[in-house]
């Protein structure tokens, strides 16, 4: 059993991509997350919002979000609609509006602009397929957006070829809040035992620390393996709790709670899955995980994921 805590820079948040069809929104998804990507297609489809693609890397997770409706105004379904994909446009923490450098501003763009008034979330333009121009006709591109509305970040980039798309990551990170890992690195959903795993460990949690972080805690599963060279689960989790002084009750005298905890949780886990297990415990604070978690059941983000 191993128990640290882990420094509070992951940088993680949900972003929507908007832009008419055939502009290369999923040559751009299929670029980013390659062979990394954690489809969602296996999850159950909620109201609003489906996940299209994860991107898990070291210090941060994007989470690429479709928003229904807004850019296929021809089947929009009147005011409701419109209303829910522009809230889901101020629920996101940043949006992606691609356009084609090849085609001019029309009344797609300019539908979607208009979407974009009243909405406070940061905004990029993204100008895909410039492989297809030459770069002096970029820069008439980018004046005529810039004429048509504030956008916090112009980035020009060629999904298919690759170009400056690295470098629009980098920037997607700087304007990502610090979160934490809302989905596995190695797995997504699919995996009831991971939701039955994390609420062993908290049920641990909450018991020992006798429900004085009843309702702030919440345990994720960053990952679970079987290691190959021998017969054991590697459980790798995050506690996750909302203040300092909450760390400190769950981390203990010397890590003394934390070891009991996964103590505990390492018993009931290796019960359920009928293999040893070498659990990992981190605990971490992320200060406002209760109105994240609001947000979340907005997209369509259930509890019984963790
Ligand atoms: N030359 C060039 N072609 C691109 C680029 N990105 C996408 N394409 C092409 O544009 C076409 C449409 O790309 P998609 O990724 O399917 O576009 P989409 O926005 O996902 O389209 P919808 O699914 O209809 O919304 C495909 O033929 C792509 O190969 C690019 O950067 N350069």
């Known amino acids: 059993m191993n128990s640290q805590t882990r420094s509070n820079e992951y940088k993680s948040g949900f972003i929507s991509i908007i832009g008419r069809p055939n502009v290369g929104k999923s040559t751009f998804l299929n670029r980013v997350i390659g062979q990394k990507i954690a489809i969602m297609s296996d999850k159950p489809q909620t109201t609003r919002n489906k996940v299209q693609g994860v991107l898990t890397t070291e210090d941060s997770q994007l989470i690429f979000i479709d928003t229904p409706g807004i850019h296929k105004p021809k089947h929009k379904l009147g005011d409701f609609m419109m209303k829910v994909a522009q809230n889901t446009l101020k629920g996101v923490d940043l949006i992606l509006f691609m356009v084609n450098a090849e085609e001019g501003f029309g009344r797609g763009e300019e ?16 100008i895909n397929k410039i492989d297809k121009i030459h770069p002096d006709e970029l820069f008439a591109f980018i004046e005529s957006y810039k004429e048509k509305h504030s956008f916090q970040e112009i980035v020009p980039i060629s999904a298919l070829e690759g170009n400056n798309v690295e470098h629009l990551l ?49 345990v994720v599963i960053d990952k679970m393996e079987r290691r190959q060279d021998k017969d054991v689960i590697h459980v790798m989790a995050t506690v996750i709790v909302e203040r300092d002084s909450q ?31 070498f659990l990992e415990l981190w605990v971490k604070v992320q200060k406002d995980w209760r109105n994240k978690m609001n947000q979340l059941r907005d997209y369509g983000f259930r509890d019984d994921e963790y």
Not at 179 to 207: C, M, N, W
Request: no cysteine; net charge positive; aromatic share 8%.
């Open 170 to 218: 980098t920037v997607i990170k700087k304007y990502l809040p610090e979160g934490p890992q809302y989905y596995p690195a190695d797995q997504v959903t699919d995996h009831p035992e991971r939701f039955i795993v994390s609420e062993l460990i908290r049920e641990k949690a909450l018991h020992l620390t006798r429900e004085e972080i009843p309702h702030s805690l919440a």
């Open 247 to 277: 760390k400190g009750i769950v981390i203990g005298k010397q890590g003394s709670m934390l070891k009991e905890i996964g103590k505990l949780a390492r018993v009931d886990i290796e019960n359920l899955l009928g293999s040893k297990v």
């Open 111 to 126: 539908f979607i602009i208009e979407k974009f008034q009243s909405v406070k979330t940061p905004i990029f333009l993204i």
